[in-house]
């Protein structure tokens, strides 16, 4: 037995959600034949599909089955976006915008880099829980649609978008047997009878769907001609919705079947009067919940409504944070936790962080109303804010120091809390400034994350709420600077010159050195070399009066890129050791630290120092890398990229270049679009394509940017040489066909309809296609084929 509350939440099943892609199914799929068919075929031949339905009713479950299904027909694979835990509509372009790894650092729209991004591919998005967000979902759908004629978008809500050409497809609950002994089935009446599902054990209704769950509930559970007409009973009482069978199959550990079936019919005389006809699908669900809340002890319950403010996932020590006062202290919180989990009313949500929760919509919809019933939920709100504002701070505090990386991985994971947790702040006159410190705090974390634009909107709320020159506004005009001036955005220039303005006039050194640092900042990438030094100059002189450790080494960083950009190669190594000087020998410090490596090799580079170079090049590629920073990744490979290239080891530049292109896609320009870096650039990759052949530098190049980046970057830091795929071109008669069609522009569906095979059959022709050519995509079959002859 767990020795310790603790330990028994973490021994409880994990049924978490996989990591990136479509979520993972948590268990079986039962059911919804009819409907999965209709889908996949509405998927073939139409543009907007909405599947709607009541709360509980399998929508979700019903659409990620179908575009695993159906993901083969679309070149460009699906877009998977759960909306549940945003609640700002201004901010869906840029989730989508992320989701879809599209540059962050671009000052322009984000709904047009979306645009821009889907106009020539062929990929299904999937829009989930959109009933919060309707017009804005609908706005997003109906704009895509028209830009992007390879798009299809599939989104579930509670009721259509009532998008121009969108198809309607209704889930209804699942069917339930007529009678004990399967004479049939009962549904929804827009669901046809299956007659015999009954008599078959299942056969996809809600009778299935129970003993499933039971099963899993309590291990040996079987249906008998003894104990189906109480399954069949309490299955029909809750009108054959999904989650609402599913809660009441997890009672079974603790309560025997026939009683569970009187205390449900109870349950539903009590709240619903003696009518027996068919309940309104919400009610059912709504008193399915209230029984399983009655269910629960009274800590639960009050575990239950106080968790119910968090929109993502939380941990133990922020459940205990934000429920633990009043009726509840920490130990109630825990026992109360480890009770709705076992229960199924809490899910577990491990992630890289460990054991994490999370409750689903309706449950924390149900959570909410409770909350507010009791009065308590602006206590709760309050303190979820203050509990984020900690961690954010604590965050910012430290940014600099070992255990950067697992406190930004903590952030990470708490996103979504951390915009509910703004949200609700700012709308709060008592919890302005608390919103104001939240967002200033966060700047690091946007920034290696690459969510400039996010911060940048969040900035532009806390000024919306402070117009007057106080000191809230000043942060946050200079957070927003930093964030812009990576987007070479001009006006971050004129948020750090209003930043500095406002610092002055309230005699705050440290404000003022941060403003003029980032007004620097923004001047170095702009090319406007000699007013950045003059800013960073003046920075300097603040920073130091007002012992900003933080500020210094970060524009000491910043000077040291400025003097390389410039030909002073002996300044910028002295700007690199004053800043690494900043920090003990043992540090495990990685953002700073990885961009004066990387500006101390290239400095080194441009002396000549080759070997000395590719030491101190690899270094900085390991610390980029252990903290995830993109970016900076991709400065890191190129430098090696260019040392492979005086090396004269062609194909490992060509690999090393072709690695960090996805990355600077993302950052929005290569190198920011310094020119003396973009002409490094060029000079090592027209060395390799001369030395390799055109066709041969693009094939290598598309194989390392296919390759994942871990493999990639483990290569780069061994020096080991890197082994490309030869192409072999032994092609068979049928794949010489295909690959032709390919070339030609066709997709794997008109492939399949042209020479009369299975859409199968072609994906498995064009994936022995691209190994046999080596190359990583069909856009590069072409290149690898023989040329099309001349003439008719």
């Given at each position: 037995?767990?020795?310790?509350?603790t330990?028994?939440?973490?021994?409880?099943?994990?049924?978490?959600?996989?990591?990136?892609?479509?979520?993972?199914?948590?268990?079986?799929?039962?059911?919804?034949?009819?409907?999965?068919?209709?889908?996949?075929?509405?998927?073939?031949?139409?543009?907007?599909?909405?599947?709607?339905?009541?709360?509980?009713?399998?929508?979700?479950?019903?659409?990620?089955?179908?575009?695993?299904?159906?993901?083969?027909?679309?070149?460009?694979?699906?877009?998977?976006?759960?909306?549940s835990?945003?609640?700002?509509?201004?901010?869906?372009?840029?989730t989508?915008?992320?989701?879809?790894?599209?540059?962050?650092?671009d000052?322009?729209?984000?709904?047009?880099?979306?645009?821009?991004y889907?106009?020539?591919?062929?990929?299904?998005?999937?829009?989930?829980?959109?009933?919060?967000?309707?017009?804005?979902c609908?706005?997003?759908?109906?704009?895509l649609?028209?830009?992007?004629?390879?798009?299809?978008v599939?989104?579930?809500?509670?009721?259509?978008?009532?998008?121009?050409?969108?198809?309607?497809?209704?889930?209804?609950?699942?069917?339930v047997p007529?009678?004990?002994?399967?004479?049939?089935?009962?549904?929804?009446?827009?669901?046809?009878?299956?007659?015999?599902?009954?008599?078959?054990?299942?056969a996809?209704?809600?009778?299935?769907?129970?003993?499933?769950?039971?099963?899993?509930?309590?291990?040996?559970?079987?249906?008998?001609?003894?104990?189906?007409?109480?399954?069949?009973?309490?299955?029909?009482?809750?009108?054959?919705?999904?989650?609402?069978?599913?809660?009441?199959?997890?009672?079974?550990?603790?309560?025997?079947?026939?009683e569970?079936?009187?205390?449900?019919?109870?349950?539903?005389?009590?709240?619903?009067?003696?009518?027996?006809?068919?309940?309104?699908?919400?009610?059912?669900?709504?008193?399915t919940?209230?029984?399983?809340?009655?269910?629960?002890?009274?800590?639960?319950?009050?575990?239950?409504?106080?968790?119910?403010?968090f929109?993502?996932?939380?941990?133990?020590?922020?459940?205990?944070?934000?429920?633990?006062?009043?009726?509840?202290?920490?130990?109630?919180v825990?026992?109360?936790?480890?009770?709705?989990?076992?229960k199924?009313?809490?899910?577990?949500?491990?992630?890289?962080?460990?054991?994490?929760?999370?409750?689903?919509?309706?449950?924390?919809e149900?959570?909410?109303?409770?909350?507010?019933?009791?009065?308590?939920?602006?206590?709760?709100?309050?303190?979820?804010?203050?509990?984020h504002?900690?961690l954010?701070?604590?965050?910012?505090?430290?940014?600099?120091?070992?255990g950067?990386?697992?406190?930004?991985?903590?952030?990470?994971?708490?996103?979504a809390?951390?915009?509910?947790a703004?949200?609700?702040?700012?709308?709060?006159?008592?919890?302005?400034?608390?919103?104001?410190?939240?967002?200033?705090?966060?700047?690091?974390?946007?920034?290696?994350?690459?969510?400039?634009?996010?911060?940048?909107?969040?900035y532009?709320?806390?000024?919306?709420?402070?117009?007057?020159?106080?000191?809230?506004?000043?942060?946050?005009?200079?957070?927003?600077?930093?964030?812009?001036?990576?987007?070479?955005?001009?006006?971050?220039?004129?948020?750090?010159?209003?930043?500095?303005?406002?610092?002055?006039?309230?005699?705050d050194?440290?404000?003022?050195g941060?403003?003029?640092?980032?007004?620097?900042?923004?001047?170095?990438?702009?090319?406007?070399?000699?007013e950045?030094e003059?800013?960073?100059?003046?920075?300097l002189?603040?920073?130091?009066?007002?012992?900003?450790?933080?500020?210094?080494?970060?524009?000491?960083?910043?000077?040291?890129?400025?003097?390389?950009?410039?030909?002073?190669?002996?300044?910028?190594?002295?700007?690199?050791?004053?800043?690494?000087?900043?920090?003990?020998?043992d540090?495990?410090?990685?953002w700073?630290?990885?961009?004066?490596?990387?500006?101390?090799?290239?400095?080194?580079?441009?002396?000549?120092?080759?070997?000395?170079?590719a030491?101190?090049?690899?270094?900085?590629?390991?610390?980029?890398?252990?903290?995830?920073?993109?970016?900076?990744?991709?400065?890191?490979?190129?430098?090696?990229?260019?040392?492979?290239?005086?090396?004269?080891?062609?194909?490992?530049?060509?690999?090393?270049l072709?690695?960090?292109?996805?990355?600077?896609?993302?950052?929005?320009?290569?190198?920011?679009?310094?020119?003396?870096?973009?002409?490094?650039?060029?000079?090592?990759?027209?060395?390799?394509?001369?030395?390799?052949?055109?066709?041969?530098?693009?094939?290598?190049?598309?194989?390392?940017?296919a390759?994942?980046?871990?493999?990639?970057?483990?290569?780069?830091?061994?020096?080991?040489?890197?082994?490309?795929?030869?192409p072999?071109?032994?092609?068979?008669?049928?794949?010489?066909?295909?690959?032709?069609?390919?070339?030609?522009?066709?997709?794997?569906?008109?492939?399949?309809?042209?020479?009369?095979?299975?859409?199968?059959?072609?994906d498995?022709?064009?994936?022995?296609?691209?190994s046999?050519?080596?190359?990583?995509?069909?856009?590069?079959?072409?290149?690898?084929?023989?040329?099309?002859?001349?003439?008719?």
């Open positions: 037995m767990p020795s310790t509350d330990e028994a939440v973490r021994a409880l099943p994990d049924r978490g959600l996989s990591a990136g892609g479509l979520p993972a199914e948590r268990n079986g799929f039962v059911g919804r034949t009819a409907e999965l068919a209709r889908l996949l075929e509405l998927l073939g031949t139409d543009r907007m599909i909405t599947v709607t339905g009541p709360g509980g009713v399998g929508k979700t479950r019903l659409a990620v089955r179908a575009a695993a299904r159906a993901a083969g027909d679309f070149e460009d694979g699906v877009c998977f976006l759960e909306l835990a945003l609640r700002d509509p201004d901010l869906l372009p840029h989508l915008a992320a989701r879809l790894g599209l540059p962050e650092q000052g322009r729209s984000r709904m047009g880099a979306v645009r821009r889907l106009a020539g591919r062929r990929l299904l998005l999937v829009l989930d829980t959109c009933e919060h967000l309707v017009e804005a609908a706005d997003l759908a109906w704009d649609l028209r830009e992007a004629p390879g798009l299809t599939l989104a579930t809500s509670r009721q259509p978008l009532n998008v121009a050409g969108e198809h309607h497809l209704p889930v209804p609950p699942l069917p007529e009678d004990a002994e399967g004479g049939g089935t009962r549904t929804a009446k827009t669901h046809p009878a299956k007659t015999g599902a009954a008599r078959a054990g299942g996809g209704d809600a009778v299935e769907l129970f003993v499933q769950r039971a099963r899993a509930a309590r291990p040996g559970f079987r249906l008998t001609p003894a104990n189906r007409a109480d399954v069949v009973r309490l299955c029909r009482r809750l009108d054959g919705i999904p989650l609402a069978v599913e809660l009441a199959a997890v009672r079974l550990r603790a309560v025997p079947l026939s569970l079936a009187d205390r449900l019919e109870d349950r539903f005389r009590v709240l619903t009067g003696t009518r027996r006809g068919v309940l309104p699908r919400h009610q059912t669900l709504r008193t919940i209230d029984w399983s809340h009655g269910l629960c002890d009274a800590s639960e319950r009050l575990v239950w409504a106080r968790l119910s403010v929109a993502g996932t939380f941990g133990l020590d922020d459940a205990r944070e934000v429920c633990a006062f009043g009726e509840l202290d920490g130990d109630e825990v026992r109360g936790l480890v009770g709705l989990v076992e199924s009313l809490v899910l577990r949500a491990d992630d890289e962080r460990g054991t994490r929760y999370r409750l689903l919509d309706m449950l924390r149900y959570g909410a109303d409770r909350l507010e019933a009791m009065g308590g939920t602006e206590t709760v709100r309050e303190r979820h804010v203050r509990r504002l900690a954010a701070q604590e965050f910012d505090a430290a940014f600099l120091t070992d950067q990386v697992e406190r930004y991985r903590a952030v990470r994971a708490a996103q809390d951390v915009r509910s703004l949200e609700h702040a700012l709308a709060r006159p008592e919890l302005r400034r608390a919103a104001a410190a939240l967002a200033t705090a966060l700047w690091g974390y946007w920034h290696i994350a690459g969510l400039h634009t996010e911060g940048r909107h969040w532009a709320k806390v000024r919306s709420r402070y117009p007057a020159p106080v000191r809230e506004r000043a942060w946050a005009l200079a957070k927003s600077a930093y964030l812009g001036a990576f987007q070479a955005d001009p006006a971050a220039a004129d948020e750090a010159r209003e930043c500095a303005e406002i610092a002055g006039k309230l005699d050194r440290r404000l003022t941060r403003g003029l640092a980032y007004l620097n900042l923004s001047l170095t990438f702009r090319g406007r070399h000699e950045a003059e800013a960073a100059r003046k920075a002189a603040m920073l130091e009066e007002a012992g900003d450790p933080v500020g210094l080494v970060t524009l000491e960083t910043q000077i040291a890129y400025l003097r390389l950009l410039r030909g002073s190669v002996d300044s910028a190594l002295e700007w690199c050791r004053r800043g690494l000087d900043r920090f003990p020998p540090s495990e410090e990685a700073v630290r990885g961009y004066l490596h990387y500006v101390w090799g290239a400095a080194l580079f441009r002396r000549g120092a080759y070997e000395r170079s030491e101190v090049g690899a270094l900085a590629l390991d610390l980029k890398h252990s903290l995830g920073d993109a970016v900076g990744t991709a400065y890191c490979l190129e430098l090696l990229g260019w040392l492979a290239a005086h090396e004269r080891r062609h194909a490992r530049t060509a690999l090393l072709g690695a960090a292109d996805p990355l600077w896609k993302r950052a929005g320009a290569r190198l920011g679009g310094t020119a003396i870096m973009e002409r490094a650039h060029e000079d090592a990759a027209r060395a390799a394509r001369t030395a390799l052949g055109a066709a041969r530098y693009a094939r290598y190049a598309a194989e390392a940017a390759r994942p980046l871990d493999d990639v970057v483990q290569e780069a830091l061994t020096g080991a040489a890197f082994t490309p795929r030869e072999n071109r032994g092609l068979t008669e049928r794949e010489t066909e295909v690959a032709l069609l390919v070339r030609d522009g066709l997709t794997n569906r008109e492939i399949a309809t042209r020479l009369t095979v299975s859409r199968r059959t072609v498995s022709h064009v994936e022995r296609i691209l046999k050519l080596a190359v990583a995509s069909r856009t590069q079959v072409a290149e690898a084929l023989p040329a099309r002859p001349e003439g008719p």
